[in-house]
Nanobody, 120 residues
Framework: QVQLVESGGGLVQAGGSLRLSCAASGIIVSINAMGWYRQAPGRQRELVATIASGGNTNYADSVKGRFTISRDNAWNRVYLQMDSLKPEDTAVYYC??????????????WGQGTQVTVSS
């Protein structure tokens, strides 16, 4: 079984920074794309950023230039550095990873979510 565990959420003032971390554990042969999504109250879950196994990144327009996604393939971790935070960034942030197991079949896993609250 594979688990994704996020950490690093919290309360921050507008203009501040937070760094989210996500660690994948379990039976992992390799990890394809990893990413971060978020869901604000009353809204659908939306993509924030993704990073491919080779390092190519993709960002939502709303976070470009403020957020940076990175990964550590040796430790099966993905990070999200969030700078210049705005109140509209307030949401539960979820880690996501597409992982190959022993049968070399890829499944998509989700973390439990971490709350990020930005005060004005």
């Amino acid at each position: 079984q594979v688990q994704l565990v996020e950490s690093g959420g919290g309360l921050v003032q507008a203009g501040g920074s937070l760094r989210l971390s996500c660690a994948a554990s379990g039976i992992i042969v390799s990890i394809n794309a990893m990413g971060w999504y978020r869901q604000a109250p009353g809204r659908q879950r939306e993509l924030v950023a993704t990073i491919a196994s080779g390092g190519n990144t993709n960002y939502a327009d709303s976070v470009k230039g403020r957020f940076t996604i990175s990964r550590d393939n040796a430790w099966n971790r993905v990070y999200l550095q969030m700078d210049s935070l705005k109140p509209e960034d307030t949401a539960v942030y979820y880690c996501n990873a597409n992982i190959n197991g022993l049968a070399h079949i890829a499944y998509t896993y989700w973390g439990q979510g971490t709350q990020v609250t930005v005060s004005s």
